[in-house]
């Protein structure tokens, strides 16, 4: 069992910056790729940015220059840290963890609100 948290969510300006953290803990056999998603009232999930262990990385063209994800393998976290927000991002924040092996798990989401 995989168990992914997420952290980092708050309350920020437009204009402002946070720093979300994912970390995966449990009986990992080896995590691939990690992703960040997000869903806001009355819409889908929406993928946000993904990462690879060797570093590649994707990112969904609404926060392109906006928003860096990056990862430290030794510790199966990846982060994602977000700049020039706007209330458009305004949504749950999700966490997601591949293990090779194991398959996908998903943490239970931080909220991410910006507003004046």
């Known amino acids: 069992q995989v168990h992914v948290v997420e952290s980092g969510g708050g309350l920020v300006q437009p204009g402002g910056s946070l720093r979300l953290s994912c970390a995966a803990s449990?009986?990992?056999?080896?995590?691939?790729?990690m992703g960040w998603y997000r869903q806001a009232p009355g819409k889908e999930r929406e993928l946000v940015a993904t990462?690879?262990?060797?570093?590649?990385?994707n990112y969904a063209d609404s926060v392109k220059g906006r928003f860096t994800v990056s990862r430290d393998n030794a510790k199966n976290t990846a982060y994602l840290q977000m700049n020039s927000l706007k209330p458009e991002d305004t949504a749950v924040y999700y966490c997601?963890?591949?293990?090779?092996?194991?398959?996908?798990?998903w943490g239970q989401g931080t909220q991410v609100t910006v507003s004046s």
């Open positions: 990462i690879t262990s060797a570093g590649s990385t």
């Open positions: 449990g009986s990992i056999f080896s995590i691939n790729k």
């Open positions: 997601n963890a591949q293990d090779i092996l194991q398959g996908v798990y």
